[in-house]
């Protein structure tokens, strides 16, 4: 059983940067492409950001979001840049064996972190 722990959430104002943190255990962390992905208020969880050999982003954070692995330390980031008010939600991490951008198909989700960008 994977369990995914995510960190590095917070306030933040418009124009600023936040990097998440999302760290796996319980499993072999090579073997899982790992998403981002983010729910607001009232809205569907939908799609950021996943990494597996490549690295796969929605288009309202390409440019701003970098996502990035670092198998020494069984960690996945999601470098986030020129955040907007609109960026503000719950932010997930989630893991399964084959990439995908559809929350639907992921095993394993973290708690998430609130991120809220104030204007």
């Known amino acids: 059983q994977v369990q995914l722990q995510e960190s590095g959430g917070g306030l933040v104002q418009a124009g600023g940067s936040l990097r998440l943190s999302c760290t796996p255990s319980g499993g072999t962390f090579s073997t899982y492409a790992m998403g981002w992905f983010r729910q607001a208020p009232g809205k569907e969880r939908e799609f950021v950001a996943a990494i597996k050999r490549g690295t796969y982003y929605a288009d309202y954070v390409k440019g701003r979001f970098t996502i990035s692995r670092d198998y020494a330390k069984n960690t996945v980031y999601l470098q986030m840049n020129s955040l907007k008010p609109e960026d503000t939600a719950v932010f997930y991490c989630?893991?399964?064996?084959?990439?995908?951008?559809?929350?639907?198909?992921?095993?394993?989700w973290g708690q998430g972190t609130q991120v809220t960008v104030s204007s």
């Open positions: 989630a893991a399964r064996l084959v990439v995908s951008t559809r929350a639907s198909e992921y095993d394993y």
